[in-house]
T-cell receptor, first 115, second 112 residues
Framework: GAGVSQSPSNKVTEKGKDVELRCDPISGHTALYWYRQSLGQGLEFLIYFQGNSAPDKSGLPSDRFSAERTGGSVSTLTIQRTQQEDSAVYLC?????????????FGPGTRLTVT | SQQGEEDPQALSIQEGENATMNCSYKTSINNLQWYRQNSGRGLVHLILIRSNEREKHSGRLRVTLDTSKKSSSLLITASRAADTASYFCAPRPNTGGFKTIFGAGTRLFVKA
């Protein structure tokens, strides 16, 4: 079946503009994660959604970052007033549920460049 | 949350050699997973080892887990140039939340 998809694959934006990044998880997966990865670095956890529960937003770096998940499926990560330090690859992952035994399936990522 | 820390940060070997990467963590886990990342894109799940298992094999991959030392190792035998990638461990806790904190990973370079 289809994997996790993300759009756009690449985004170049000017400093100060808002951007929206989209993630389509695997159908039926109730858990969805957003990560950020700067060049040559590890993954930085941003936010986690599970079903209808309140999301875990503990990783969002500032109030310029927000995310929503509509209808328990598609998720959008929004970055307002982008800064150059926001440049990174933004990765989305989904899993079947909350069990720690479930593996995460990752999308190809969105490479964001803030000029 | 639980973060794994991979060691070494980088590893360069010749094709055909074995590659060993290590992971350490701090608290009790339910299982530990290893992922691979090519070219800075999405991670791919490689293998899962449960807390009551000591060793697991999958093809050329061998994973060990020592819960008393809170460490795991990933061995890739007979490495190939295509194994060049970053490898991350993901220790999964049995309590306290479901988010996964990945470490910085080990960057493996296999020279042909």
């Amino acid at each position: 079946g289809a994997g996790v998809s993300q759009s756009p694959s690449n985004k170049v934006t000017e400093k100060g503009k808002d951007v929206e990044l989209r993630c389509d998880p695997i159908s039926g997966h109730t858990a969805l994660y957003w990560y950020r990865q700067s060049l040559g670095q590890g993954l930085e956890f941003l936010i986690y959604f599970q079903g209808n529960s309140a999301p875990d937003k503990s990783g969002l770096p500032s109030d310029r970052f927000s995310a929503e998940r509509t209808g328990g499926s598609v998720s959008t990560l929004t970055i307002q007033r982008t800064q150059q330090e926001d440049s990174a690859v933004y990765l989305c992952a989904s899993s079947r549920g909350t069990s720690s035994f479930y593996e995460q399936y990752f999308g190809p990522g969105t490479r964001l460049t803030v000029t | 949350s639980q973060q794994g820390e991979e060691d070494p940060q980088a590893l360069s070997i010749q094709e055909g050699e074995n590659a060993t990467m290590n992971c350490s963590y701090k608290t009790s886990i339910n299982n530990l997973q290893w992922y691979r990342q090519n070219s800075g894109r999405g991670l791919v799940h490689l293998i899962l080892i449960r807390s009551n298992e000591r060793e697991k094999h999958s093809g050329r991959l061998r994973v060990t887990l020592d819960t008393s030392k809170k460490s795991s190792s990933l061995l890739i035998t007979a490495s190939r140039a295509a194994d060049t990638a970053s490898y991350f461990c993901a220790p999964r806790p049995n309590t306290g939340g479901f988010k996964t904190i990945f470490g910085a990973g080990t960057r493996l370079f296999v020279k042909a």
